[in-house]
């Protein structure tokens, strides 16, 4: 499993919308790609085992995912 980090933002994003850190960790290893920002930013989006489409929002440095947000698409 990728080594996850948590900013503060997403873990209070996490709380409020009620996501799961096993689905972020699934998102980031399995999800499909929609977009690539200039400064390396990914956003992947995946199904979580809920069927609800999950987005994550980060940054690979080195061996870790820093996560910078993740919702649910609607």
Not at 2 to 13: A, G
Not at 16 to 21: A, L
Request: hydrophobic residues 40%.
């Amino acid at each position: 499993m990728p080594k996850i980090v948590l900013t503060n933002h997403v873990k209070l994003r996490l709380l409020e919308r009620n996501i799961d850190v096993h689905d972020i960790k699934m998102v980031v290893v399995n999800g499909k790609v929609t977009k690539t920002e200039p400064d390396g930013t990914l956003i992947k989006v995946g199904i979580c085992d809920d069927k609800k489409t999950l987005a994550v929002v980060y940054m690979s440095i080195g061996s870790k995912f820093i996560i910078k947000t993740a919702y649910y698409e609607s």
